[in-house]
Every structure is written in structure tokens, then in C-alpha cells.
């Protein structure tokens, strides 16, 4: 069975560094993208970004990018999301997801691809 | 950036109900539209992929159409289970972007 197993509730103030982690199970951890994707009180889901375990390849949303870093640890197929400096506009749920792809019957060509599994969510909450 | 538009933003339904939900590229995107189920507490629920390939386990109730900039996401014989959010998602990009949803309330 596929797993992403998230961390606990967060609740920090701005300024101060955090660290989300994904466990994931049930499948070859190197060979799938892992993202991070947030979603602020009543809003919608945005990527946060994404990691290629086997190389530790990073592609960030623009939002994002200088404000996080995402790593991942082949060693316990986990990856982390991590802030420096908090803010309180960081305060949201962050979930994980394995990027599936989906491949022709000829098992060469890329026909699409998609979030197929997800972690259970993360509140982080960020005082002024 | 490909932007996407949802519409409409909530809808009332009724249990047994026919809702369909829209999804509107910037740009034609070909068929790399997914759409996805989120009930606040749960993770979201990959629903559709490419446009119309339901996912394995989806009910038949639920089935998605369109290509280029204009998608659909339809719903037959509405359950109580599927009040909730739906979202559309673009992968011709990295990082494709999200709906902003559509909340299918009772």
C-alpha cells in the first residue's frame, strides 16, 4: 500500500525555523517525484514544490522559491519542507503528494501525469 | 503561467442531483487536466486524469471531458459523499496550477 505519512501540527512564530516532514511507504522511493503543495485558511491548493528523490533535483513554485527548501533522505524515503524565517502568511495546511506518471502501452511515451497519493495534511500555524 | 478558472465557485445540489463543473485554461493544455475531490480534515482524492480517464476505485458517477482550454467534470446520481471540493489541475507545465475550486454543497 502507498503511504505519505506527515508530521504533527506545527505552531511557531515568525522568525523562527520549521521543518515538515513525509514519510512515505509502499513503493520505490528514489523513482517518484514528491511535492509539497499548500493550501492557506479557505483558500485553494497551490504548489509549493517538488523533489526527484534519486538526485535531489528541486523545482520550486516562484511563491516559494528562496523561502523554503525541500530535501529528501533516501535513507528513511522522507522528505522534508523547511523554512528559515517564518512568517505569519505562512500559516496553512501542507500536504505531500507522489506525482505519478503515466506512460502509453508501449511504456515509452509520457501521456500524463498526476498527484495519485497524498499525505494526511499539516497544520502549520504562524503568530506575528 | 497557464491560469485556471473554475466556475462556478460553489453550487447547491440536492442528493441524486446532476452537477457538472468547469474548468477553463488561458492557454490550450491539450488533455493534461486532472481533477481532484478535498473534504476539509481528509487528503485530497485524485479523481480524473487526463481530462477523462477516471482513476481506478472512482465510481462511474463521476466523469470528466474537454481538451484544449475547456474542461468538464460531471457528477450523476450526486452521493452524500461527494459534497465537497473539487479541483482542476494543469500538468502541461511543472508545477501546473491549480483551480481556485468549486465547493458542491448540500
Known amino acids: 500500500e502507498v503511504l505519505l505519512v506527515q508530521s504533527g501540527a506545527e505552531v511557531g512564530k515568525s522568525g523562527e525555523s520549521l521543518m515538515l516532514s513525509c514519510k512515505t511507504s509502499?513503493?520505490?522511493?528514489?523513482?517518484?517525484?514528491i511535492g509539497w503543495v499548500r493550501q492557506m485558511p479557505g483558500k485553494g491548493l497551490e504548489w509549493v514544490g517538488i523533489?526527484?528523490?534519486?538526485?535531489?533535483?528541486?523545482k520550486y513554485s516562484p511563491s516559494f522559491q528562496g523561502r523554503v527548501i525541500i530535501s529528501a533522505d533516501k535513507s528513511t524515503n522522507s522528505v522534508f519542507l523547511k523554512w528559515s524565517s517564518l512568517r505569519a502568511s505562512d500559516t496553512a495546511t501542507y500536504f505531500c503528494a507522489r506525482r505519478y506518471v503515466f506512460y502509453d502501452s508501449s511504456g515509452q511515451l509520457v501521456v500524463n501525469d498526476a498527484l495519485d497519493a497524498w499525505g494526511q495534511g499539516t497544520l502549520v500555524t504562524v503568530s506575528p | 503561467d497557464i491560469q485556471m478558472t473554475q466556475s462556478p465557485t460553489s453550487l447547491s445540489a440536492s442528493v441524486g442531483d446532476r452537477v457538472t463543473i468547469t474548468c477553463r485554461a488561458s492557454q490550450s493544455i491539450s488533455n493534461y487536466l486532472n481533477w481532484y475531490q478535498y473534504k476539509p480534515g481528509e487528503a485530497p482524492k485524485l479523481l480524473i486524469i487526463g481530462a477523462s480517464t477516471l482513476q481506478s476505485g472512482v465510481p462511474s458517477r463521476f466523469s470528466g471531458s474537454g481538451s484544449g482550454t475547456h474542461f468538464t467534470l460531471a457528477i450523476t446520481n450526486l452521493q452524500l459523499e461527494d459534497f465537497a471540493t473539487y479541483y482542476c489541475q494543469q500538468t502541461y507545465n511543472t508545477l501546473g496550477m491549480f483551480g481556485q475550486g468549486t465547493k458542491v454543497e448540500i
Open positions: 509502499g513503493f520505490s522511493f528514489s523513482n517518484y517525484w
Open positions: 523533489i526527484y528523490p534519486r538526485d535531489s533535483d528541486a
